[in-house]
């Protein structure tokens, strides 16, 4: 890392290429949210029957943590 006029260090071309790629997949599910909202705002709330209950998405989620599975995942 280097120093530039304004004080702030320079991250090294890696630690660079890994925050933009982390940009971009945040944007991604910032508009993913987005496009959810959206559809519920013109739409009204999905039929519970259509959703997947929150705790089997817990259960889900702890046992791919649990496994070693913590890549991200859109449903």
């Known amino acids: ?5 304004s004080g702030r260090e320079q ?7 890994a925050l933009r790629a982390m940009a971009r997949e945040e944007r991604g599910r910032a508009g993913q949210l987005a496009a959810f ?4 705002a013109a739409n ?24 070693g599975q913590t ?3 859109v449903a």
């Open 37 to 40: 909202l959206e559809d519920v």
């Open 71 to 73: 890549e991200q995942r």
């Open 1 to 5: 890392m280097t120093s530039n006029d």
């Open 11 to 17: 991250l090294a071309s890696e630690g660079v290429d």
């Open 44 to 67: 009204g709330l999905p039929d519970p029957e259509d959703c997947t209950p929150w705790e089997e998405l817990r259960e889900r989620h702890l046992a791919e943590l649990a496994n």
